[in-house]
């Protein structure tokens, strides 16, 4: 079973700055990896798949990276609808894992 | 649109079973793998089983192998989750979610419906 780490675990960041998150995989994922986003009360919402391609919808301020078994969630310019929980996805083999989530706060 | 709308959920005894239904709109369900994931209270998402878009293969999260059966009905655009010997720490909101990519066997969630609440407790 592939295991999904993120970090850090909260992060406070002001409007209008950006906002790194990363998360690792226990093995190699190539770029098997999504990332959601979830609001309180709300279904995880679809941010990135194939590690870096924006889902429709998705406004160009949030972007991936990465490959193998380390991935970047970069969100530039904080808008205040921005500030919630950020998980990652594999879907390399199954069971497919989620990590623990990031939250971004405002600070 | 694309719509999923799950129901089925309550409170159940340790041990008991329970089935969940997920009714879908906007899409043509035969085309869509179809993904059941869940999220016990203050936790992140756990997948817990894919059904491809033939219904011809399936895959469970370990900790369900055996007790859980992921289905789907063509005929009624709906996807079901039996869940047999439930367990306490199968508590948890409950969503379904069609996959992004169609004739695939499972890859990324892009569309969730709400969620429905099981909750495991004597």
Known sequence: ?107 | QVQLVESGGGVVQPGRSLRLSCTTSGFIFSDYAMHWVRQAPGKGPEWVAVIGYDGKNDNYLDSVKGRFTISRDKSKNTLHLQMNSLRVDDTAVYYCARDKGNYGSGTVMAFWGQGTLVTVSS
């Open chain 1, 1 to 107: 079973e592939i295991v999904m780490t993120q970090s850090p675990a909260t992060l406070s960041v002001s409007p209008g700055e950006s906002a790194t998150l990363s998360c690792r995989a226990s093995h190699s994922i190539s770029y098997n990896l999504g990332w959601y986003q979830q609001k309180s009360g709300q279904a995880p919402r679809l941010l990135i798949y194939g590690a870096s391609t924006r889902a429709t919808g998705i406004p160009a301020r949030f972007s991936g990276s990465g490959s193998g078994t380390e991935f970047t969630l970069t969100i530039s310019s904080l808008q205040s609808e921005d500030f919630a929980v950020y998980y990652c996805q594999h879907y390399h083999n199954w069971p497919f894992g989620f990590g623990q989530g990031t939250k971004v706060e405002i600070k």
